[in-house]
């Protein structure tokens, strides 16, 4: 004895063959209809319990959400007559490249000069090592111009 998913599959596929169609595109739309309806159908009759199939339908992307983050400006000595920024002993050496990310309210970002050609990359979420990265090349390359 056939299940109820094969009679209704059998049904979809007559119902298929005895309706005439005028193009190839209204025949795939009654196809995504049938498959719709049989999978209502299954979702209705799945044991207490089990966790329904979602009918076919588009993947949703997850919702996106935007992160804004800003430059932390550097505040002026008036000992030494320039502008600086507190790197926690971490940059030791002035440069236009210095620069820290907050993300509200944290610092999630920095990156300065340790030595003539050396530098230091610090970062924490949201940033990725590639993202973080990322940044820190376009701020020097930026610095080239």
């Not at 059998?10 to 298929?16: F, H, P, Q, Y």
């Not at 063959?17 to 595109?25: A, H, N, V």
């Not at 993947?59 to 002026?76: E, G």
Request: aromatic letters at 8%; one cysteine or more.
């Amino acid at each position: 004895m056939p299940s109820s998913t094969e009679s209704s599959e059998d049904e979809s596929a007559e119902v298929t063959r005895s309706q005439p169609f005028t193009s190839l595109e209204s025949l795939q739309r009654s196809q995504v209809r049938n498959k719709l309806r049989r999978g209502i159908r299954d979702s209705s009759q799945a044991p207490e319990g089990a966790a329904a199939p979602s009918p076919p339908t588009q993947r949703r992307q997850p919702p996106c959400r935007q992160l804004i983050m800003h430059n932390i400006a550097p505040l002026w000595n008036e000992s030494s007559q320039v502008y600086q920024l507190d790197f926690g002993g971490r940059v030791t050496q002035e440069s236009a490249k210095n620069f820290q990310i907050q993300y509200c309210g944290d610092q999630v970002m920095q990156f300065g000069r340790i030595d003539g050609n050396a530098y230091t990359l610090d970062f924490q979420y949201p940033f990725s090592a590639v993202q973080a990265f990322a940044v820190a090349l376009a701020n020097v390359t930026q610095r080239f111009k």
